[in-house]
């Protein structure tokens, strides 16, 4: 079964992909795909067992041996490593300070990439959010959105979003964070953070959550409707 539609929101971190994805799956009826999350439980994977954030075959192998999913039951599905749900875990500092490093692996991309398309081809409708989704991973999607937002904002964002989670952390160092993350992302040579061809551009900045979505839900129910 393949997906009949997939919407893809692509952008760099702290740009609202997540919080944006989460409402606009929620009022199109749809899945919601937080592949980030799979990267993070690459980065638990690696830290667990002791690979190399560098060592992209041997993460490859693991999460074949592990496998990642979903608990599609849950909102937002949780992420799970060999059916243990991480989905806190991978929020952690430890796990965002080596994420790039680990997603910068082709055989790491490589895999995930061939499960977000089994995951698509599981669902009727699909909201897929995370940095390459539109511009690698479903080219074909019926809607591409890249989403982006000026650092402070950004920073402000990550920064609720650690504390909220328990992490006491200093809007400095998030925006350090978000900076080096930037860099690795936009320059690495396997799917790096670029705006796919025909996207919408949106800029976050000066929106609230609301807003952003409702005129996103307005462009893809027009596009369902064309179809
Ligand atoms: O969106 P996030 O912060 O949870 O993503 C975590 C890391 O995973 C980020 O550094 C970039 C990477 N990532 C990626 O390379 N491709 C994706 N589709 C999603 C995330």
New binding site residues.
Partial sequence: MTARSIITIDGA?GTG??SVAGLLAKKLDAGCL????M??AVAVLAIDFDIKPTDGLALANKVNEVGISFNWEKDPPTVMLGGVDVSERIRELDISGI??SV?KQPEVRAVLMDQQRIIASTHPLLVTE????GSVVFPEAIVHFFLEADLAERTKRRTKQLQESGNDVHPDVVAEDIKN?DHI?STRSD?PLICPEGAVVINTSNHTLEEVVEKMEHIVRRTLSNQ
């Fill in positions: 971190a992909k997540s937080d592949s980030g999350a990267y993070r994420v790039s997603a995370g940095r390459d989704q993350r992302d799917g």
